[in-house]
């Protein structure tokens, strides 16, 4: 049986919540939910769909690496977005992060997130084929 290895970011919530950012179990990784908040707490990108998918994805991304993938990895990604109306910029930065992987993705509109700030909580699945 493989062993579980929890990933930190050092975000309050994870304690609180009690929840890591990432888990590995073998070749498979899952990264939890990702918004658009720096490590100081401050929002990114507020009211730009856009840079925060973008900020998201580079999130998520330094969260892959540390369990020793990358996004090449992904084999599917879920975005929970406030408005679908903006779903071009979301998928802009979704595409710029992905264009040649392609991992199978879900865009789903949500009523609201955490914190009304937040415009996009992006969750990935990958698995290390090699």
């Keep these: 049986m493989s062993s ?11 304690d609180m919540y009690g929840y890591s950012r990432a888990v590995r179990i073998g070749n498979l990784i899952e990264v939890s939910g990702t918004v658009a908040v720096d490590e100081a707490g401050a929002i990114v990108g507020e009211g730009d769909a856009y840079t925060q998918t973008t900020f998201v994805l580079k ?29 071009d910029a979301y998928g802009r930065a979704h595409g710029e992060a992905f264009g040649d992987i392609k991992p199978c993705t879900t865009m789903v509109e949500v009523k609201a997130l955490i914190a009304p700030e937040y415009l996009v909580e992006i969750e990935v699945t990958a698995i290390l084929t090699g």
């Design 4 to 14: 579980r290895v929890n990933y930190s970011s050092g975000a309050p919530w994870e």
């Design 59 to 87: 999130k998520i991304e330094a969260a892959l690496v540390k369990a020793g993938a990358s996004l090449k990895d992904v084999v599917r990604t879920r975005a929970y977005v406030t408005d679908i109306r903006q779903a």
